[in-house]
């Protein structure tokens, strides 16, 4: 079994910061890369960012030179700081992991997410 808890989200004026966090416990083998995502009211889930193993770093155009996304492979947790946040970034924000777990035959890929967390920007 692989967790992951994301934390970390609010509300906050826009122009403001926020940093989530997430991290995975459990049976973690390694986690390949990590992504967030985020899902508006009445609108798909969209990739936020996204980070490889070795560190490549990837942005929707919306959150371009506002957003980094980063990851501590030592506590298994990825963060995502949020800058100069817009009304429009308002959703649910939620981690994803491709993690290799260790279960009882052996290692398996497990695509894992987390709960969510809500963030809230006001004009």
């Known amino acids: 079994q692989v967790q992951l808890v994301e934390s970390g989200g609010g509300l906050v004026q826009a122009g403001g910061s926020l940093r989530l966090s997430c991290a995975a416990s459990?049976?973690?083998?390694?986690?390949?890369?990590w992504g967030w995502y985020r899902q508006a009211p009445e609108k798909q889930r969209e990739l936020v960012a996204a980070?490889?193993?070795?560190?490549?770093?990837s942005y929707a155009d919306s959150v371009k030179g506002r957003f980094t996304i980063s990851r501590d492979n030592d506590k298994n947790t990825v963060y995502l700081q949020m800058s100069s946040l817009k009304p429009e970034d308002t959703a649910v924000y939620s981690c994803?992991?491709?993690?290799?777990?260790?279960?009882?035959?052996?290692?398996?890929?497990?695509?894992?997410w987390g709960q969510g967390t809500l963030v809230t920007v006001s004009s």
């Open positions: 980070i490889t193993s070795g560190g490549s770093t």
């Open positions: 994803n992991a491709d993690v290799v777990a260790v279960t009882l035959i052996g290692a398996a890929p497990l695509d894992a």
């Open positions: 459990g049976s973690i083998f390694s986690i390949n890369a």
